[in-house]
């Protein structure tokens, strides 16, 4: 599909491509410490949604339903070759280490708080703060509160 500057803002994509934009170079958003803040960029190339879109319609076809656009490895950026289309328990598995035992979940855009234990993830719930969340990860730590060292 041939992609022109008018309509784009309405393709389902769009919405992605800003978010993504937004996450590795708008500093005053709360996810900007998990993605800019810690090396994460998007592309030069992608910096236009023209192109982003164009790419994630060749290189990856349409979208699945129930699937959204996931980084391969979350060392890296938003680059070709490192996006894919996910489920989103292939999302929940591809996330950086439980060690805190709380993350900030960037879909509902609230706190997680969830442990690894035995090989299971055991959860706790979601929290609106993170201080809140990091209370919780130390209630449930499952080598005890007084293990707790974040």
């Known amino acids: 599909?041939?992609?022109?500057?008018?309509?784009?803002?309405k393709h389902y994509l769009y919405d992605t491509w800003r978010s993504m934009k937004q996450r590795c170079s708008d500093k005053s958003r709360v996810e900007y410490k998990y993605y800019g803040g810690r090396g994460i960029?998007?592309?030069?190339?992608?910096?236009?949604?023209?192109?982003f879109i164009t790419y994630v319609e060749e290189a990856l076809g349409p979208r699945p339903d129930g699937y959204s656009i996931d980084r391969i490895d979350n060392n890296k950026g938003y680059i070709p070759g490192n996006v894919r289309w996910a489920s989103m328990s292939e999302q929940n598995r591809?996330?950086?280490s439980w060690g805190k035992?709380?993350?900030?979940?960037?879909?509902?855009r609230k706190w997680m708080v969830q442990w690894n234990v035995g090989g299971k993830q055991c959860y706790y719930g979601t929290y609106k703060t993170e201080e809140e969340a990091k209370k919780r990860a130390k209630e449930t730590c499952p080598q005890g509160p007084e293990a707790y060292r974040w």
């Open 101 to 108: 035992g709380y993350t900030f979940h960037k879909r509902i």
């Open 1 to 9: 599909m041939l992609l022109t500057r008018k309509g784009i803002t």
């Open 41 to 51: 960029i998007l592309c030069d190339e992608w910096k236009d949604s023209v192109a």
């Open 94 to 96: 591809n996330k950086r």
